[in-house]
């Protein structure tokens, strides 16, 4: 089983000024702008590590999984969160000839905890002995900052704010998340089981 990023988020997408102003930064400087690379870099890094934590994306972007069984075969629960919408299903044969499954055979059941792909009035589709099935899906709150939800955008600042000032440590930081951002994550939490089964 693998999950791959398609597309990732813009640059310009990411809250580079409020995380300036979060940390206070001056402004109204010519070299204002020199360190939005190093802010860019720590916001990335923040967003992936509350995105590993929460089992949610915070901005959408497009996503192709692999795998070579269903854990179910009326439904699969797909391996993060909030979904939009499924892009295709396609079956793999052990020859490596591709089978574009037709939209009318699967359906997405939205959740915001744990969305599973389902077959439409019937299993899901069979996937070839020895072969894989890739199902590509676009996954996230929404395109904008905005659109976050205000408390994993609050965590996000406040986890990237950390990285920050701490960019000259030497190990000495504790290790794991701020209390604060664990606090903020805690009800976005996904509790996994059976491995990603029907829950």
């Not at 940390?23 to 995105?51: N, V, W």
């Not at 793999?92 to 439409?120: F, N, Q, S, W």
């Given at each position: ?136 899906f676009d996954a ?44 903020l994550i805690e ?13």
């Amino acid at each position: 089983m693998m999950l791959t990023e398609e597309t990732t988020v813009p640059g310009a997408a990411l809250p580079v000024q409020d995380l300036k102003d979060h940390l206070r930064l001056g402004s109204g400087f010519s070299d204002g702008s020199i360190q939005d690379a190093l802010l860019e870099s720590y916001l990335r890094a923040a967003l992936a590590a509350i995105e590993a934590r929460i089992g949610k994306m915070l901005y959408q972007r497009r996503f192709r999984w692999v795998l070579d069984c269903w854990r179910d075969g009326d439904e699969q629960a797909l391996p993060v969160a909030p979904v939009g919408g499924i892009v295709s299903v396609t079956l793999v044969d052990v020859a490596a000839a591709e089978t574009l499954v037709p939209a009318a055979a699967y359906r997405l059941i939205p959740d915001l905890h744990r969305p599973r792909l389902a077959g439409k009035g019937t299993a899901l589709p069979t996937i070839p002995a020895s072969g894989l099935v890739k199902v590509v899906f676009d996954a996230g709150f929404g395109t904008t900052w905005a659109e976050v939800p205000a408390d994993l955008r609050q965590a996000v600042l406040l986890l990237a704010a950390e990285f920050y000032e701490h960019r000259h440590d030497d190990n000495t930081q504790a290790a794991g998340l701020p209390f604060g951002v664990v606090t903020l994550i805690e009800r976005w939490r996904t509790v996994r089981i059976l491995g990603g089964g029907r829950a």
